[in-house]
């Protein structure tokens, strides 16, 4: 009995922070999200009507749909190019280069976001590096401001989400990977596997679980983004880089619709745990 | 093993080109920060005359000693704390493992999930009544707080795996199970705590969204934070900007180049583990 | 960061239903924000605060001897706001400052909320009415009195005032203004010349011939920001506008005076001439992505022929290219026409519960009635300071792009073209209206009535409730 109470003394503190500044906060989202306030004056209560307006306002439909087009360049791109340069350099994952590489790769992870929005937001630019790359390859006529175009201004934000997030995804992999008993390749190289078939029969299945946290955690770096949009883009041109991140952001603080913004802020927690839940749920390990 | 050369040839080329995208930003960012402060550069151009002076000029103008001191103070108020009450809660659901654990530590994991921006108003409003806005409290207390997921879950897995002699000997008491835990478990736990301790580290001093709304002095906000004020004052100076964004980037890659091999080891083993 | 969902979901689910049922009672409780029965009279509702009860004991109202620190909250980027303060301490060393500094989108959205919780003494503010409407400004009325401003010509003062309606143009006064602002078109005089123009073009006819022949000549006609959050082609729109449209109109609509439109016959004109430009590609084709940074240094780089934009660039022209450039007011469509310009006030407030409220007022007033002030906001700010028509003017070197926008400052006055900004007719028409339909128009992805539909929709919304 006493060792129950002491175990609870001990995660009290946490406990503490956590309710006061996390669940009380997140129980006024909720609160809110059922009144029509600006934020200073009285408020009044109107149900779920902020809710049928995030259905009905094309603006935060589509704030959504860019996180869901997100997804694709922020998780898609880098678990699967990760997946694919980490078992090219499985084998020499124990080389100086590597080695060396490992540092290096990792380091956009380590910088603030904003610091990425702020530096692609350069490379993007219409004298930025990239169209300087492109012209030298002769493609001058595609070259464009990336940022400001209506049609590929939520691409390059994906590009830079993507830059951020390929190495940790590849890393993570490679580690992995180094963990899969080598002998399980001289097997099925015996076997006649060509390495395609090895990635697909031996390594893919063994990292299950490794894909799982890179997935979530990119799922999430999509779903929530807003660093980098806010030095990017601030959601334009148009509405063309609009996510719900920023929007909140924007219908809270600039607009005064505290309502609507904590209606969408309770919209984006539950699209997280929708695509969250289950990709857990798939790539859990078998019970040991 | 001709396949193997092969494989092993094509390894170091796509190393060596994923290296490449990812320092190639940063070169351009270098090259266009000496460049004469007000023009237009393009690119990647060396200039005529390096301006090395942009350096020392945009660490002037974005009065950098004060933004240091600022994070600082930030990581004080936050890094500490987050390791004592997650190291201690934890030690609680990974040791004790008490009746009902199971939905308090739920509700930590379930934390992981959540994006800031749910409860950036109300937190907002918090510290409004609080009377902590524009004070550094009002990015240190929320944060402490959005920290305790990932520190327990990452405490946790440590505890786990940790042999339960300790607490399963009989009848010990509460003043034993504080002693033993400061005296005993958090010197084994040590690795753990200090590859957790350079992750808030990176966080706190990465964390924009809090700063921005919930402090108005660039002065007393995260580095990351006075970045965003940084790019709006000296806007029109493109070589300046870039000069400043490289200064505030520095103490975060120094600190990562310092310690990359425990950083980047516990990082990738302790997302998998738990 | 990373998580596993642990070993028990069933019990645990049922937790988590029972925080979000308790999320939902504690909600049913009460609801956030005053209640509605106490909330409506907080300071600053009520005109008869600390200025009248100074000026009630005679004299006007000062900073008085003592020490006192101001609080202050201005715009970041413009260097008028130090010069001041500064020139200010000089004059009365018993007063010193705390200002915080911040960019203008932050500014704007910042400034309800700092001003209901650690209210200014003086705060740059981009739109009265609905902080006007939520009390969170001093009324100055009491302060025009005991200063005399309400014998300044009146149409430098009306833009602040704020009806009970949130309606501008009438009603008590919210703001004051630290010099009024003039905008037109700049001109690369060097680039001018290549192409024959010797002087400004007097019609629109004349404009839209000169941009032709810049084109032609592979100059970039017009440089014009129009990224992110903020649609500079407001600037060369709203000039077409009043070219099309009595300025008075385009008041009303930005006052917001029951029942005005934005979308006319005539700002329908404006809109699809603007197109045109477009069409003929008189703009950089990154326009979308530039900011009002990127387009000032390419036009100080000399890459543009025009720039629409205002006076408060004025100095810093002088300084960053003397005698390159020059200024002239958008043409009207006959050379007999009116010549209309956005000319505002840079407005600053007191706070409701502000601290210093005598003292915020009395700056307020010597910045536009001090001799060595009104050098200043001539020198440094390049814009014409308010106060009576005969107050005393610093002289300004000819041929100074500052000169030539004082000078215009006389004929719109004279013209009695004076507008307000259109991005200024609600908190965030800018940018949930002209900013993402601008956007789209320049992408061709929007019409000129399209535009002005969508506009006048999202006006209708924010000035609905």
Known sequence: MAQHLVGWLFAAPAIAFYVAFVIIPLLHTLQYSLYRWDGIGPSTYVGLQNYAHLFSNSTLLKSILNALKLIVFFSVIPVALGLLIASTIRRIAASRLAGFARVIIFIPQVIPLVAAGIIWSWLLASNGLVNQVLAAFGLKHVTRAWLGDFTFALPSVGVIGAWVLLGLCTLLLLAGMTKIDPEIYEAARLDGAGPVREFFAVTLPALRQEIGVCVTVTVIAALASFDIIYISTQGGPGNATMVPGYAIYYLAFFQREVGQASALAVGLMILVLLFILPIQWLTRERKR | MILGRRESLTGRVLLIILMVVTLVPFVSLFVTALHESGTYPTGISWPARPHWGNFVEAFRAADMGRLLASSLLIELGVVPVSLAIGTMAGFAFGQVRMRGYQFAYFAFVLGLTLPYEAILYPLYYQMRSLGLLNTRWAIILPLIALFMPFSIFWMRAHFVNVPRDIVEAARIDGANMWQSFWRVQVPLAMPAISSLAILLFLWTWNQFLLAIVLVDDPLKRTMAGALGAFQGHYGTDIPLLCAGSLLILTPTLVVYLIFHRRFSTALLQGAVKG | ?465
Request: charged share 15%; with cysteine.
């Open chain 3, 1 to 465: 960061m990373s998580f596993r969902v642990s070993r028990h979901p069933g019990k645990q689910w049922r937790a988590a239903t029972l925080l979000a049922a308790g999320g939902l009672l504690l909600a049913a409780c009460s609801g956030p924000g005053p209640s509605s029965s106490s909330s409506s009279t907080p300071a600053g509702a009520n005109p008869s605060t600390s200025a009248a009860a100074s000026s009630a004991g005679g004299g006007t109202p000062s900073c008085g001897t003592g020490p006192i620190t101001l609080d202050a909250y201005f715009e970041t980027g413009f260097p008028i706001y130090k010069a001041l303060t500064d020139e200010f301490s000089k004059q009365f060393p018993n007063v010193k400052w705390n200002i915080r500094y911040d960019q203008f989108a932050a500014l704007t959205s910042n400034a309800p909320r700092v001003l209901a919780s650690d209210p200014p003494d003086l705060i740059r503010i981009p739109q009265e009415s609905e902080l006007a409407k939520d009390h969170l400004l001093l009324n100055l009325d009491p302060y025009a009195k005991a200063f005399g401003w309400d014998k300044w010509p009146t149409s430098q003062l009306q833009s602040m005032r704020v009806a009970d309606d949130g309606s501008r143009g009438t009603g008590p006064l919210y703001a004051m203004g630290l010099n009024y602002s003039m905008t037109g078109i700049f001109y690369n005089k060097e680039l001018a010349a290549k192409i024959g123009m010797t002087s400004p073009p007097q019609t629109l006819d004349e404009l839209d011939a000169v941009l032709a022949k810049a084109k032609a000549a592979g100059i970039t006609p017009i440089v014009q920001f129009n990224g992110g959050a903020t649609g500079g082609f407001a600037f060369p729109l709203q000039n077409l506008m009043a070219d099309y449209t009595p300025p008075s109109e385009i008041n009303d609509w930005i006052w917001q005076k029951k029942g005005a439109t934005i979308d006319t016959p005539g700002n329908v004109k404006a809109a699809q001439h603007l197109q045109e430009w477009i069409k003929e590609g008189y703009f950089d084709p990154d326009a979308n992505a530039m900011d009002y940074a990127t387009m000032m240094s390419r036009f100080i780089a000399g890459k543009a022929l025009f720039m629409f934009n205002g006076d408060w660039e004025s100095g810093n022209l002088d300084k960053q290219m003397p005698g390159k450039v020059g200024f002239f007011l958008m043409p009207p469509l006959q050379a007999d026409g009116v010549h209309a310009a956005m000319s505002t006030p840079l407005t600053i407030g007191i706070g409701a519960k502000a601290k210093h409220p005598d003292c915020a007022a009395f700056f307020l007033n010597w910045v536009n009635t001090n001799k060595q002030a009104r050098t200043v906001d001539v020198q440094v700010g390049g814009s014409h300071p308010m106060g009576p028509a005969d107050a005393y003017m610093p002289p300004i070197p000819s041929g100074t792009v500052t000169a030539q926008t004082l000078a215009a400052g006389n004929v719109v006055a004279h013209d009695n073209g004076a507008m307000d900004f259109i991005a200024n007719a609600t908190g965030s028409i800018y940018a949930k209206g002209w900013t993402p339909n601008l956007q789209e128009l320049f992408a061709g992805r929007q019409t000129p009535e399209g535009m002005l539909k969508a506009v006048q929709a999202e006006y209708e919304t924010e000035v609905g409730h």
